[in-house]
């Protein structure tokens, strides 16, 4: 895997499939910053997918995680895990500890749609 950056976004190779051919659905890596922190992010197949543990620890640090997981349910969003490859791009990015094994990610639209319902819940705002 390498990584090539163009100021503060990098881009990926298409991930390779068993059998040697690249798979659709390559991927970007870049940087966003949402309600004043920037959040790594990855764009797969033109979605911004955002690392749930990044946004859990740094946009909504100051509300419990029980409390962001009933707001998940209720607005009925859903999380993807990460593969391999989309795990050591978000570590390359420090978007998520180098020691994790596992990373779920979430898309721009439900991240919009989890700080609207969130902001009454968030001292700092």
């Keep these: 895997m390498f990584l090539t950056c163009e100021g503060t976004f ?6 390779m499939d068993y059998n040697g051919e690249a798979r659709p659905g390559d991927f970007h890596a870049g940087y966003q910053e949402i309600e004043g922190i920037n959040l790594g992010y990855l764009q797969i197949n033109g979605t911004q997918m955002f690392a749930l543990a990044q946004v859990l620890s740094d946009l909504f640090k100051d509300i419990p995680r029980t409390t962001i997981s009933k707001k998940m349910e209720t607005l009925k969003i859903k999380s993807r895990r990460c593969d391999l490859q989309e795990l ?5 990015i420090n978007s998520v500890p ?21 902001k009454s819940l968030n001292p700092r705002r």
């Design 10 to 15: 990098g881009i990926l190779p298409a991930t």
């Design 88 to 92: 050591r791009t978000l570590k390359a």
């Design 98 to 118: 180098t020691r994790a094994v596992k990373c779920s990610l979430i898309s721009k639209a439900d991240l919009e749609a989890l700080c609207t319902s969130c």
